[in-house]
């Protein structure tokens, strides 16, 4: 009987796929890790057959470790890294540029060019709740266009695609017959119009995209198509589609106002829902769809921080100084809580609530005794100091919150949950399942399937694993987050002329 669900999560970093069982329960995991190119200064790039090469292994090897076959999978689910943007030839499926990644800043002069406009700005925010940035596909799609030879003409005569990687993979999955996104992920092109839920043509002709290049939109669980027998064995329907932050919310079950989730994966994302209201943010924090589901949008604010797991990766790789990022856990409980030192993440510049695309990295308050150790933490601490600039700006557009639910791979460090909790001040959740955003995505598709009848039933799969309270006083962490703003505003270019 076919009574699993495939979920595709296709990330930053690498591609995985992930077997749940009619309950909802994880049985199997594959992952690929991919290239990440940087060709120059604040470029990122993937390979997009290599995402989908790693993507499709992935789906083999869950399959074969949870000892099923194709015939057994009831549907797919895909949920994937948002922003990243591809053009392809709609014949061969063949890329005519890498993929363009939601870290890459090679648009910001454009968009301080924009932004000079403040009625342009406050126009763009209206319509899709974003704020005029890199990091948003929009500019990428246009620079894409522009910049590779032919591209234009190509896409005025029909012969090229647009699509976030969602869009990409169905393609490829389907042999072509489908061009489709969900509205999650049309949300953050900066070209769909979130209260009208349609492409905004005003949006189009102002960064000169072609509507021809464009998927067409569909509810999160939706008829996406079929993944084509050559591939898995079996012909299986694509039934839900959903932007990998709104799939982690979705996940953690945050069905209600004020619920709200962070996810840390890559970067650090926290999102919570607003209901059926879009909230304008007045501290640089983003509106978007949390998802839709039978036409009936929920919307959400969200705060996106670009460099979280991706920080401790460079500790990793680039530094050399763990040798996995687990090792990083005994190395911060070894670490005095008066630690000085702090690590400003900017490599691809700072997101919200800055979005400060100049910004670079830096260490600040380093001794003669700082060593391994206090740099570890100091990487560690600097996603609960994000999170805290995120949680802050919140606040102060009238939506605080009281509890966190959090997940992603950095979550199962203990250190870093606890300081998440101090440094906030709120209660911190930690689910009995941390793949959430994969089981965010099993979710839709499941809905579409008549596998789960209703958003409660799934609520009440939602269990507490580990809750983590503030352990500090008002004082430690005043004195902790007053250091690190220090950081971040010596950090920041201030001078742009």
Sequence with gaps: MADYILAID????????????????????????????????GWVEHDPEEIWRTTLDSCHVALKQAGIGASNILCIGITNQRE??????????????????????RTANYCAELKRDAALVEKVQQKTGLLLDPYFSATKLRWILDEVPGARERAARGELAFGTIDSYLLWRLSNG??????????????????ETQQWDSELLELFNIPESVLPEVKDCAADFGQCDAEFLGSAIPISGMIGDQQAAA???????????????????????NTGDKILVSENKLLGTVAYRLNGRTSYAIEGSIFMAGATMQWIRDGLKLIDKAADSEALAEQTSDDLSV??????????????????????????????????????????????????????????????????????????????????????????????????????????Q??????????????????????????????KRYSGWQDAVARTRVLDKS
């Design 84 to 105: 990243t943007t591809v053009v392809w030839d709609r014949t061969t499926g063949e890329a005519i540029h890498r993929a363009i990644v939601w870290q890459d800043r």
């Design 10 to 41: 296709q990330g930053t970093t690498s591609s995985r796929a992930l077997v749940f069982d009619s309950a909802g329960n994880q049985v199997s995991v594959g992952q690929q890790e991919f290239t990440q190119h940087f060709p120059a200064n």
């Design 449 to 478: 399937q008549g596998l789960f009848s209703s958003l409660d039933e799934i609520a009440h799969k939602w269990q507490l694993d580990k809750e983590y309270k503030p352990s500090q006083s008002e004082a430690w962490r005043e």
């Design 177 to 194: 017959s489908s061009h489709a996104t969900d509205a999650t992920n049309a949300s953050r092109t900066m070209l769909f119009n979130i």
């Design 342 to 447: 702090y690590l400003v993440p900017a490599f691809t510049g700072l997101g919200a609530p800055y979005w400060d695309p100049d910004a670079r990295g830096a260490i600040f308050g380093m001794t003669r005794d700082t060593g391994v150790k206090e740099i570890v933490t100091a990487a560690l601490l600097s996603v609960c100091y994000q999170t805290r600039d995120l949680v802050d700006a919140i606040a102060a557009d009238g939506a605080s919150l009281q509890t966190l639910r959090v997940d992603g791979g950095m979550v199962n460090n203990e250190y870093m949950c606890q300081k998440l909790a101090d440094i906030l001040n709120v209660d911190v959740h930690r689910p009995v399942i941390t793949e959430t955003t994969a089981l965010g995505a099993a979710y839709m598709a499941g809905l």
């Design 250 to 272: 979705f996940g953690q079950g945050c069905f209600s106002a004020g619920m709200a989730k962070s996810t840390y994966g890559t970067g650090c994302f926290l999102l919570m």
